[in-house]
């Protein structure tokens, strides 16, 4: 059972950067597909992006693309959220989820994921 636990959220100004860690414990990302979500306020959860296995592609929802990116080091172990020029309504609670067999199609739905992280607060000043 892999285990995900996500850390470096905090609260940042707008137009600065912030990156994300999800680090795994209990098995290795290298054969997971990781997403990234985030859920804000009275609002639902969302896709933010995602890094497939095998071939390391990437996919970002509309919102975020040209600002994050996703990389990962499997020899960490880990995947990260690279957050350039946040904005205010960047603010969630941003969680990383890993699942297999995922792919273009499939990545932004978030019951194609098998395991969660707790999630991180991110918090953009204006």
């Known amino acids: 059972q892999v285990q995900l636990v996500e850390s470096g959220g905090g609260l940042v100004q707008a137009g600065d950067s912030m990156r994300l860690s999800c680090d795994a414990s209990?098995?290795?990302?290298?054969?997971?597909?990781v997403g990234w979500f985030r859920q804000a306020p009275g609002k639902e959860r969302e896709f933010v992006g995602g890094?497939?296995?095998?071939?390391?592609?990437?996919y970002y929802a509309e919102p975020v693309k040209g600002r994050f990116t996703i990389s990962r080091d499997n020899a960490k172990n880990t995947v990260y959220l690279q957050m350039n020029s946040p904005k205010p309504e960047d603010t969630a609670v941003y969680y990383c989820?890993?699942?297999?067999?995922?792919?273009?199609?499939?990545?932004?739905?978030?019951?194609?994921?098998?395991?969660w992280g707790q999630g991180t607060q991110v918090t953009v000043s204006s």
């Open positions: 989820a890993a699942g297999t067999f995922l792919n273009m199609a499939t990545m932004a739905a978030a019951a194609k994921y098998s395991y």
């Open positions: 209990g098995g290795t990302l290298r054969n997971y597909g």
């Open positions: 890094i497939r296995w095998g071939n390391y592609m990437t």
